[in-house]
């Protein structure tokens, strides 16, 4: 598992409060798979999220702004596909998580109508919203990004500095 996928499903398990949290989740009729799924409630109540998650340190790049925006449809088309298939009693919320897209990517993105998009400053936003909660517990709960949050937010002495100072003014 790649951390990223590793802080959507702790965002799942901690902020949603998914009691089920897959990852990599095998595509039955083509080659891939699933990210992240969670899962919350049940019957009625029950709610399914599935993520997508490209961490892309240097900006989210396929070769190009349209051929990225291709390929998250390709893998967004997939994502919904198995929704549709494996949850069609339920509405899957469908995401898709990266830290760092290229404004031309995003207006590509943004056409897209059946997926929430966790983009750039929300991607960011929901890190500090799992941070804050994981400043709150020493519990283990065996997430590794989780945990590794908790290291962060439960050091003695100075805290690490997270942007060079060089640095402050980008985006």
């Given at each position: 598992?790649?951390?990223?996928?590793?802080?959507?499903?702790?965002?799942?398990?901690?902020?949603?409060?998914?009691?089920?949290?897959?990852?990599?989740a095998?595509?039955?009729?083509?080659?891939?798979?699933?990210?992240?799924?969670?899962?919350a409630?049940?019957?009625?109540?029950?709610?399914?999220?599935?993520?997508?998650?490209?961490?892309?340190?240097?900006?989210?790049?396929?070769?190009?702004?349209?051929?990225?925006?291709?390929?998250?449809?390709?893998?967004?088309?997939?994502?919904?596909?198995?929704?549709?298939?494996?949850?069609?009693?339920?509405?899957?919320?469908?995401?898709?998580?990266?830290?760092?897209v290229?404004?031309?990517?995003?207006?590509?993105?943004?056409?897209?109508?059946?997926?929430?998009?966790?983009?750039?400053?929300?991607?960011?936003?929901?890190?500090?919203?799992?941070?804050?909660?994981?400043?709150?517990?020493?519990k283990?709960?065996?997430?590794?990004?989780?945990?590794?949050?908790?290291v962060?937010?439960?050091?003695?002495?100075?805290?690490?500095?997270?942007?060079?100072p060089?640095?402050?003014?980008?985006?």
């Amino acid at each position: 598992m790649e951390i990223g996928e590793s802080l959507v499903g702790a965002y799942l398990r901690h902020v949603r409060g998914c009691h089920t949290v897959a990852y990599n989740a095998y595509l039955p009729h083509e080659q891939g798979e699933i990210d992240v799924i969670g899962i919350a409630g049940a019957g009625e109540d029950q709610k399914v999220w599935i993520a997508e998650v490209a961490i892309h340190l240097d900006d989210l790049n396929y070769g190009g702004n349209a051929k990225s925006v291709e390929t998250v449809r390709r893998k967004v088309d997939r994502a919904v596909r198995y929704a549709r298939d494996v949850y069609n009693e339920d509405s899957p919320t469908v995401e898709f998580w990266s830290p760092r897209v290229p404004p031309g990517v995003v207006r590509g993105l943004d056409a897209f109508e059946d997926i929430t998009l966790v983009l750039n400053q929300e991607f960011t936003r929901r890190v500090n919203e799992l941070a804050l909660i994981a400043s709150g517990t020493t519990k283990q709960f065996g997430d590794e990004a989780f945990r590794f949050l908790q290291v962060l937010t439960h050091l003695v002495g100075e805290r690490p500095r997270f942007v060079n100072p060089q640095q402050e003014s980008a985006p």
